[in-house]
């Protein structure tokens, strides 16, 4: 029995603000440190620095200290770790608008899934669900499934896309009856059926994982 990633649909779930979780099979979780590091929208690059094992509290401490320091980057990092076959990195810090495309990350065959809710942004922001493979989208969509964010279903390759789409029409989403949370909570719930994704709760929520700071290179 695994815990899926339904569990991000309920209420602020691993921190105040959200989550950003990127998930992929294909790379150790070194490789993903070090390819999310360079997705990072800033002049200059950047590179992942490790700073050993941390609780979402003790890192968010970190955090602030290289805040506080003017030559130390940006104050963003990913926890990191591995369960039944997927590598995970769950960001920490202020995330929101700081990194690109993650077409680059899912480069020489991996495969990588893009997890994404600002839960506090007051415009208010979707959460978000993108999947890449060989430096390609092959499906994406807002978990609200709404037209609030300019398209409405399923994006990306007709192979994926579109079976994906099958199963939220089997579902009967979209439906603008039925409240936001239970939609999110069933989409979430189609695609980690629908790709097999599992992220361990526990672990991520109480428990210390390896952690690296963003740097500039």
């Known amino acids: 029995m695994t815990d899926g990633i339904a569990w991000l649909a309920a209420p602020q779930p691993i921190a105040c603000g959200g989550y950003r979780v990127v998930l992929a099979r294909g790379l ?3 490789e993903l440190a070090g390819r999310l590091a360079s997705t990072v929208e800033f002049a200059g690059g950047y590179t992942a620095v490790p ?3 941390h609780t979402n509290s003790s890192f968010t401490q970190v955090l602030d200290d290289a805040l506080a320091d003017p030559f130390a980057g940006i104050d963003i990092g990913p926890r990191l770790g591995c369960s039944g076959g997927w590598v995970y990195a769950v960001a920490c810090g202020c995330w929101p608008g700081e990194f690109g495309p993650l077409e680059a990350v899912s480069r020489d065959g991996a495969h990588v899934f893009l997890l994404e809710y600002e839960e506090e942004n007051g415009k208010p922001v979707p959460p978000q669900f993108e999947y890449f493979h060989d430096d390609r989208l092959l499906s ?4 609200h499934l709404n037209s609030s964010w300019g398209y409405e279903g399923v994006q990306g390759d007709p ?3 579109d079976r994906l789409q099958e199963r939220l029409t089997a579902a009967g989403l979209p439906d603008p009856g039925r409240k936001r949370r239970e939609v ?3 989409t979430l719930r189609i695609v980690q059926d629908f790709f097999g994704l599992s ?3 526990d672990p ?3 428990g210390p994982l390896p952690a690296v700071l963003l740097e500039p290179a």
């Open 51 to 53: 700073v050993g094992e």
């Open 140 to 143: 994406a969509f807002n978990l």
């Open 159 to 161: 192979a994926t896309a």
């Open 28 to 30: 150790s979780h070194e």
């Open 204 to 206: 991520i929520v109480n």
């Open 199 to 201: 992220l361990p709760r």
């Open 184 to 186: 999110h909570l069933t």
